[in-house]
């Protein structure tokens, strides 16, 4: 075995980190750069195998120390890399060449990757380089308004909040997203990982390009490639800090107390009711209270990153950790998150040995309350130190609420302030795969995933005393915390065989077989009645109230085969066949088989087709396909036994113990079907500078499992599921890039839009009713036929009545000069239920994307822009503050009508409400159209020329970056991007009602990148 001395081992790794070399002689070599134009400015010029190099200058010129045995390699955006050897050179003229074909990038798809070329599917991809540019907490997010057919939908502003992901439009009714597959792993999320980490981002948006993947695929697949060391020897070193403030772009403007007095006082007057003595008699100017201001402020963000990769021909490795910790705009929410992540790769002749493993820690501390409903008056006192936790939600010290006339009252702020909350999470997503080339092109692959995770999510809620009410006291301590465990398996064996024949027939067959065990275990304890606040360990607990529990495992078996065929380039064919069988279905059931077909004719390789004319290349595809998708919960066929219940028999009606069924299934539910048809089109203009791609597609899915209400004479209480609804989306997508990489200023720009129609096609049931944005009940969206999911369902206000008399006439005896007018839609002279109608659908028809590059010597920008179009969101602040009589109201409730004011838009100020005028319309909803700049970033590189003294520096570069620097809107929200965040749930039903959601913040970042 050979040995090194400590000395030896020294000089290695000094000479790896670039410090002083034991080389050879070195040389001084000159040169230009140039293309057909004239020279090239800020060509990248790097010794191969080092992290060593330089930039040509503004005369194209350049300059560097090599060794005769070192091989230069020449890459500039938009150009084809050269890799020029030194050997007894001293003068270089380079001569690049524009990359003629665009289309024949690299880009990786299902178990795999594919010339541009060769690609029958609609798949869309973005680089890592573009990703990392922004320090984004979540990676989901990045891909924001990058990707035509991709809507990213943000879950709000909330530190570490996640985003709903949708692919050419909704083809179901459950919360379904994509299948992610990073570093070839199945998973359901991205959001643990490091934006930085990312190599590139695929997404298959048709049949044809998911069909492989099955189960899962059928709302699209994301697949995720990770940063991997290179091959060509040497260490590098890349660090990226950077620190920033963000605050709330937008605050709601609530009425201030001698506001809300006179909308208070004029409601009861209207209503013939005594004034609340706090708003009259008892008014207290020094009493103030602006919940919003208190609960709003400047956050801090900071981000440290640091990746170390590098190899030689045999092994390659790359290390990376991240940190991430972010404080809310909103006090008591903050996030911290850890990555450490590790790729490596060992090759030996035919064999090869792939590893990549990511750990993530993530703890949360969410605020659960702000802008809740019901919320503290401003006329009532924040603090009062004699209540107990020294906080308050009347201005009465007795505690009673009765002088400001409201029967529930609570401080949410306090109440967050006092509890203690804290999810912390912990996950690991590895992959190890080996691989033989058994013969030239025949590769055997077994791979074997794990993605597993633990979370804890513990919550405290102390005793406190805000005022008498039942929302404004917690008589009792309460602990609620649940430990809940995932893991998920999987065993792959794949075949994959490529060869090329006579020259012009290229055949790649692959063939595969998985399998997949998922199991899930969630314990919980609910414990009461603590010896103090300071005791908060559930075994200290004098009740013990709950102990929730569950526990799942599915398995899913599944063969799959493909074969992609090229024919002299031109004329191209895929085609999949795919059977998956899932434990969720009852045996005979199980299995469903999904098969695809795509093909392609690649125009610009013909003949007659002139490549050096306004269309440089062209390429036509069409594919059609089917994917199957369990979209259901574990034992959902399986009826569940009370083996202790009791019921009367006999005439005395004695009570008997026995069992009985206490919930209803339906065990003939199968898979749903998702089928797509996709005709597409890719072309390069101008010199191959200008690429363009389009799609329409066609997307029905049917079978859709959904959950139904039985008839409660069945006995049981349950909704069971059903295949029982269809959705077609349908839409056209275009992206186009273009660039200029010539002369002192270089710039890029690349577009994308969508068209999307949404429609229920068929739902064998009543409507399906959602949305509700009230604690009284109140439900804005209705899924039919013929509408598109969650679509807004209600009256159409015709304005308001001027007189009693044309309230009257109307045939209203509830309402009253001053009540909204409601249209009589069916024009029977009654205002009925019959009277509601579509108000318009939260699903934007119109989505955009606009990114910009520019560089200019040693400095750069990048843009990202992105809107949305023709969608509706429901404002329930609008609500709040017009028409809920325990909480505050919106200032301009003080412009509502009166006989001096009347032509307001605003209803009369009331209580009561006899006329309704609460109920669902189209008075809540408001455009949810928005243009923003997502990202701004500008740098500074310090030149190449002055890293070369250093020996060991290759990059510094310092930049500042601003998230949601301008938004361009008509919505009086806090942001035209709610999530769901509805009292319905997060379901599809819910999308676009915003209850305040969490503000989207402003965000201000400097910081410094590294390279050594």
């Given at each position: 075995?050979?040995?090194?001395?400590?000395?030896?081992?020294?000089?290695?790794?000094?000479?790896?980190?670039?410090?002083?070399?034991?080389?050879?002689?070195?040389?001084?070599?000159?040169?230009?750069?140039?293309?057909?134009?004239?020279?090239?400015?800020?060509?990248?010029?790097?010794?191969?195998?080092?992290?060593?190099?330089?930039?040509?200058?503004?005369?194209?010129?350049?300059?560097?120390?090599?060794?005769?045995?070192?091989?230069?390699?020449?890459?500039?955006?938009?150009?084809?890399?050269?890799?020029?050897?030194?050997?007894?050179?001293?003068?270089?003229?380079?001569?690049?060449?524009?990359?003629?074909?665009?289309?024949?990038?690299?880009?990786?798809?299902?178990?795999?990757?594919?010339?541009?070329?060769?690609?029958?599917?609609?798949?869309?991809?973005?680089?890592?380089?573009?990703?990392?540019?922004?320090?984004?907490?979540?990676?989901?997010?990045?891909?924001?308004?990058?990707l035509a057919g991709v809507r990213i939908e943000s879950a709000g502003g909330a530190p570490g909040a996640g985003a709903f992901v949708t692919i050419r439009g909704s083809g179901t009714l459950s919360n379904a997203q994509p299948l992610y597959v990073i570093d070839g792993i199945l998973t359901g999320s991205m959001d643990n990982l490091n934006p930085a980490d990312i190599e590139s981002v695929s997404v298959l948006k048709d049949a044809s390009a998911s069909a492989i993947y099955g189960s899962r695929a059928a709302n699209g697949v994301v697949i995720v490639t990770?940063?991997?060391?290179?091959?060509?020897?040497?260490?590098?070193?890349?660090?990226?800090?950077?620190?920033?403030?963000?605050?709330?772009?937008?605050?709601?403007?609530?009425?201030?107390?001698?506001?809300?007095?006179?909308?208070?006082?004029?409601?009861?007057?209207?209503?013939?009711?005594?004034?609340?003595?706090?708003?009259?008699?008892?008014?207290?100017?020094?009493?103030?209270?602006?919940?919003?201001?208190?609960?709003?402020?400047?956050?801090?963000?900071?981000?440290?990153?640091?990746?170390?990769?590098?190899?030689?021909?045999?092994?390659?490795?790359?290390?990376?950790?991240?940190?991430?910790?972010?404080?809310?705009?909103?006090?008591?929410?903050?996030?911290?998150?850890?990555?450490?992540?590790?790729?490596?790769?060992?090759?030996?002749?035919?064999?090869?040995?792939?590893?990549?493993?990511?750990?993530?820690?993530?703890?949360?501390?969410?605020?659960?309350?702000?802008?809740?409903?019901r919320d503290i008056l401003p006329t009532a006192a924040f603090r009062n130190p004699d209540f107990e936790g020294g906080y308050a939600a009347t201005s009465d010290p007795s505690g009673s609420t009765a002088i400001h006339g409201v029967g529930n009252m609570r401080n949410s702020l306090a109440q967050a302030i006092l509890e203690d909350r804290t999810i912390t999470s912990n996950g690991l997503l590895g992959n190890v795969a080996a691989s033989f080339e058994i013969i030239d092109g025949l590769t055997y692959k077994l791979s074997a995933s794990l993605d597993q995770?633990?979370?804890?999510?513990?919550?405290?809620?102390?005793?406190?005393?805000?005022?008498?009410?039942?929302?404004?006291?917690?008589?009792?301590?309460?602990?609620?915390?649940?430990?809940?465990?995932?893991?998920?398996?999987?065993?792959?064996?794949?075949?994959?065989?490529?060869?090329?024949?006579?020259?012009?027939?290229?055949?790649?067959?692959?063939?595969?077989?998985?399998?997949?065990?998922?199991?899930?275990?969630?314990?919980?304890?609910?414990?009461?009645?603590?010896?103090?606040?300071?005791?908060?360990?559930?075994?200290?607990?004098?009740?013990?109230?709950?102990?929730?529990?569950?526990?799942?495992?599915?398995?899913?078996?599944?063969?799959?085969?493909?074969?992609?065929?090229?024919?002299?380039?031109?004329?191209?064919?895929?085609?999949?066949?795919?059977?998956?069988?899932?434990?969720?279905?009852?045996?005979?059931?199980?299995?469903?088989?999904?098969?695809?077909?795509?093909?392609?004719?690649?125009?610009?390789?013909?003949?007659?087709?002139?490549?050096?004319?306004?269309?440089?290349?062209?390429?036509?595809?069409?594919?059609?396909?089917?994917?199957?998708?369990?979209?259901?919960?574990?034992?959902?066929?399986?009826?569940?036994?009370?083996?202790?219940?009791?019921?009367?028999?006999?005439?005395?009606?004695?009570?008997?113990?026995?069992?009985?069924?206490?919930?209803?299934?339906?065990?003939?539910?199968?898979?749903?079907?998702?089928?797509?048809?996709?005709?597409?089109?890719?072309?390069?203009?101008?010199?191959?500078?200008?690429?363009?791609?389009?799609?329409?597609?066609?997307?029905?899915?049917?079978?859709?499992?959904?959950?139904?209400?039985?008839?409660?004479?069945?006995?049981?209480?349950?909704?069971?599921?059903?295949?029982?609804?269809?959705?077609?989306?349908?839409?056209?997508?275009?992206?186009?890039?273009?660039?200029?990489?010539?002369?002192?200023?270089?710039?890029?720009?690349?577009?994308?839009?969508?068209?999307?129609?949404?429609?229920?096609?068929?739902?064998?049931?009543?409507?399906?009713?959602?949305?509700?944005?009230?604690?009284?009940?109140?439900?804005?969206?209705?899924?039919?036929?013929?509408?598109?999911?969650?679509?807004?369902?209600?009256?159409?206000?015709?304005?308001?009545?001027?007189?009693?008399?044309?309230?009257?006439?109307?045939?209203?005896?509830?309402?009253?000069?001053?009540?909204?007018?409601?249209?009589?839609?069916?024009?029977?002279?009654?205002?009925?239920?019959?009277?509601?109608?579509?108000?318009?659908?939260?699903?934007?028809?119109?989505?955009?994307?606009?990114?910009?590059?520019?560089?200019?010597?040693?400095?750069?920008?990048?843009?990202?822009?992105?809107?949305?179009?023709?969608?509706?969101?429901?404002?329930?602040?609008?609500?709040?503050?017009?028409?809920?009589?325990?909480?505050?109201?919106?200032?301009?409730?003080?412009?509502?009508?009166?006989?001096?004011?009347?032509?307001?838009?605003?209803?009369?100020?009331?209580?009561?409400?006899?006329?309704?005028?609460?109920?669902?319309?189209?008075?809540?909803?408001?455009?949810?159209?928005?243009?923003?700049?997502?990202?701004?970033?500008?740098?500074?590189?310090?030149?190449?020329?002055?890293?070369?003294?250093?020996?060991?520096?290759?990059?510094?570069?310092?930049?500042?970056?601003?998230?949601?620097?301008?938004?361009?809107?008509?919505?009086?929200?806090?942001?035209?991007?709610?999530?769901?965040?509805?009292?319905?749930?997060?379901?599809?039903?819910?999308?676009?009602?915003?209850?305040?959601?969490?503000?989207?913040?402003?965000?201000?970042?400097?910081?410094?990148?590294?390279?050594?």
């Open positions: 075995m050979k040995q090194y001395s400590l000395a030896g081992l020294f000089v290695i790794l000094f000479t790896l980190l670039g410090g002083a070399g034991l080389k050879a002689q070195s040389l001084t070599v000159t040169g230009t750069v140039e293309d057909a134009d004239g020279p090239l400015i800020g060509v990248s010029i790097m010794k191969k195998g080092t992290s060593s190099g330089t930039v040509t200058d503004l005369d194209g010129g350049f300059t560097i120390q090599a060794e005769p045995e070192d091989i230069l390699v020449f890459s500039y955006i938009g150009y084809g890399t050269l890799e020029v050897p030194v050997g007894d050179q001293r003068q270089l003229q380079i001569t690049m060449d524009t990359d003629a074909n665009q289309l024949d990038e690299i880009v990786v798809v299902g178990y795999g990757s594919q010339k541009k070329s060769d690609l029958t599917g609609a798949v869309s991809q973005v680089s890592g380089t573009e990703l990392g540019k922004f320090p984004v907490a979540n990676a989901t997010e990045s891909l924001q308004g990058r990770t940063k991997k060391g290179s091959p060509n020897g040497g260490l590098t070193i890349e660090a990226d800090l950077s620190a920033g403030v963000q605050s709330a772009i937008n605050r709601i403007d609530w009425a201030n107390a001698g506001e809300y007095a006179l909308i208070r006082n004029r409601a009861n007057d209207n209503d013939g009711t005594n004034r609340s003595p706090a708003n009259d008699v008892d008014f207290d100017p020094t009493v103030d209270t602006d919940i919003q201001d208190l609960s709003l402020r400047t956050g801090a963000i900071y981000n440290t990153g640091l990746r170390l990769s590098g190899g030689s021909e045999l092994f390659t490795f790359s290390v990376s950790g991240n940190y991430l910790d972010e404080t809310g705009v909103v006090r008591e929410s903050s996030y911290n998150k850890a990555n450490v992540r590790v790729n490596s790769t060992f090759t030996k002749g035919r064999f090869r040995l792939e590893e990549s493993i990511g750990l993530t820690r993530t703890e949360n501390n969410p605020n659960y309350y702000f802008n809740s409903e995770g633990n979370t804890n999510n513990y919550r405290f809620t102390p005793t406190y005393f805000f005022n008498a009410t039942a929302v404004g006291r917690q008589n009792f301590a309460e602990l609620n915390e649940t430990n809940s465990e995932f893991t998920s398996t999987i065993i792959e064996n794949t075949l994959n065989y490529e060869r090329e024949l006579a020259g012009r027939h290229r055949i790649n067959l692959l063939a595969g077989y998985t399998r997949q065990v998922s199991t899930g275990r969630t314990l919980g304890i609910v414990a009461r009645d603590f010896p103090s606040n300071s005791i908060r360990v559930a075994s200290t607990a004098q009740n013990l109230a709950s102990a929730p529990s569950f526990e799942f495992k599915s398995a899913l078996l599944s063969s799959f085969g493909r074969v992609n065929y090229a024919y002299d380039d031109r004329y191209l064919l895929t085609a999949t066949l795919r059977r998956d069988a899932s434990s969720l279905f009852r045996e005979d059931l199980r299995a469903g088989v999904f098969p695809s077909v795509a093909i392609g004719w690649n125009v610009g390789k013909e003949s007659f087709f002139n490549a050096d004319g306004f269309i440089n290349d062209l390429k036509l595809r069409l594919s059609y396909g089917e994917i199957g998708s369990n979209n259901t919960q574990a034992y959902e066929i399986d009826p569940v036994l009370n083996l202790f219940g009791e019921y009367p028999l006999g005439t005395n009606q004695t009570r008997r113990t026995g069992y009985s069924v206490t919930k209803g299934v339906n065990d003939a539910i199968k898979w749903e079907t998702t089928t797509t048809t996709d005709i597409g089109m890719e072309a390069s203009f101008l010199d191959s500078r200008l690429s363009v791609t389009m799609d329409y597609f066609i997307k029905n899915t049917n079978d859709i499992l959904v959950r139904l209400s039985i008839p409660r004479f069945t006995g049981f209480d349950n909704d069971p599921t059903f295949n029982a609804a269809s959705i077609r989306n349908k839409g056209f997508e275009f992206g186009a890039n273009y660039g200029k990489f010539t002369g002192d200023f270089n710039w890029s720009l690349g577009a994308n839009l969508t068209l999307l129609d949404n429609e229920v096609t068929d739902l064998p049931s009543d409507p399906i009713v959602g949305g509700q944005f009230t604690s009284n009940g109140l439900r804005s969206t209705r899924t039919e036929v013929g509408q598109p999911i969650g679509s807004f369902y209600g009256y159409e206000v015709a304005g308001i009545y001027r007189s009693d008399a044309e309230a009257a006439e109307d045939g209203r005896t509830d309402a009253r000069a001053g009540d909204f007018k409601f249209r009589d839609i069916n024009g029977d002279g009654m205002l009925t239920d019959a009277d509601q109608t579509y108000l318009g659908s939260p699903i934007p028809t119109f989505e955009y994307g606009l990114n910009a590059n520019f560089f200019w010597r040693s400095f750069d920008a990048t843009l990202l822009f992105n809107g949305v179009a023709g969608n509706k969101i429901l404002n329930a602040n609008i609500y709040r503050g017009y028409f809920d009589t325990e909480g505050n109201y919106l200032a301009d409730a003080v412009n509502a009508w009166t006989p001096e004011n009347s032509g307001s838009r605003v209803p009369r100020n009331t209580l009561v409400d006899q006329a309704f005028n609460r109920r669902m319309s189209d008075f809540y909803l408001e455009s949810g159209a928005y243009f923003r700049l997502r990202n701004l970033q500008i740098g500074y590189s310090l030149p190449a020329g002055l890293l070369e003294g250093t020996n060991a520096i290759s990059k510094i570069r310092a930049y500042v970056n601003v998230q949601n620097l301008f938004t361009i809107t008509d919505y009086t929200g806090y942001y035209p991007e709610p999530g769901r965040n509805s009292r319905g749930g997060t379901n599809i039903f819910n999308a676009g009602v915003d209850e305040s959601a969490y503000p989207m913040p402003r965000t201000f970042m400097f910081g410094l990148q590294l390279g050594f």
